[in-house]
């Protein structure tokens, strides 16, 4: 399994959203700057992060961006989910594909639950507990 540059960009930019967090929230340009991530991709980011649900424009067009609900009410999995469809770590686990050995694979059952490890632990992970658990590597001005 990879995590994609999507999901890993969609992560930093919540945490600077998160230490950035005040009433008028933070420019994507202040994103950019403060978390390398160029500021072309990161519009594909901010725009699946919209559409997930997990931020707003504070004001509309050209304001800062904020949470559209609390931090720790946002999982790691969430943004995941932002970016790319339900989590199988091997294809023979996803829904709807059709292989010939289902009912007899020996190793199925391994893999679905290392898929399911994997993804409790993304869904019970959130983001405020990331930027707590990194408070000393952080920066704040």
């Known amino acids: 399994m990879k995590i994609t540059k999507k999901v890993r960009y969609g992560l930093r930019a919540m945490i600077e959203i998160n230490l950035n967090e005040s009433s008028a929230g933070i420019l994507q340009k202040e994103i950019s700057a403060n978390q390398e991530i160029p500021l072309k991709f990161l519009d594909a980011i901010n725009t699946g992060l919209r559409n997930a649900g997990l931020i707003v424009n504070f004001s509309g067009k050209g304001s800062g961006y904020v949470f559209s609900k609390q931090s720790n009410e946002i999982s790691v999995y969430d943004i995941y989910r932002a970016f790319e469809p339900e989590l199988n770590l091997v294809n023979c686990i996803c829904p709807g ?45």
Request: charged share 30%.
């Open 97 to 141: 594909n059709i292989c010939k050995r289902i009912d007899i694979c020996s190793a199925k059952d391994y893999w679905s639950d290392l898929n399911d490890e994997v993804k409790n632990q993304m869904k019970s992970t959130t983001l405020d507990q990331i930027v707590k658990r990194n408070e000393s590597l952080i920066n704040i001005n």
